[in-house]
């Protein structure tokens, strides 16, 4: 069955840096475009980043410009994001989700990410 398992989620303070990582299990993870996407405490979804299959291609929010990198390693069916300057407001549980047709069809468990000082 379709997995995928996130960490590297923890405490930083702010203009610190994390890396998060999913690694992908029970399909074929080269075959699927891949996102990122967050949920701040009261908050609704917001989609941070997105990569296509082959890793050339990738998409930022708007408020992780320039910030943040997404990349993935198809050989380790693992999915990546390096987060760098990060601020209060970017305190979230963090998922990776599989892309399918526009949307998301399998998402993993999360991991919180919180920046304060």
């Known amino acids: 069955q379709v997995q995928l398992v996130e960490s590297g989620g923890g405490l930083v303070q702010p203009g610190g840096s994390l890396r998060l990582s999913c690694e992908a299990s029970g399909f074929t993870f080269s075959s699927y475009w891949m996102s990122w996407v967050r949920q701040a405490p009261g908050k609704g979804l917001e989609w941070v980043s997105g990569?296509?299959?082959?890793?050339?291609?990738?998409n930022y929010a708007d408020s992780v410009k320039g910030r943040f990198t997404i990349s993935r390693d198809n050989a380790k069916n693992t999915l990546y994001l390096q987060m760098n300057s990060l601020k209060p407001e970017d305190t979230a549980v963090y998922y990776c989700a599989r892309d399918y047709r526009y949307s998301f069809d399998f998402w993993g468990q999360g991991t919180q990410v919180t920046v304060s000082s």
């Open positions: 990569i296509l299959n082959g890793d050339s291609n990738t």
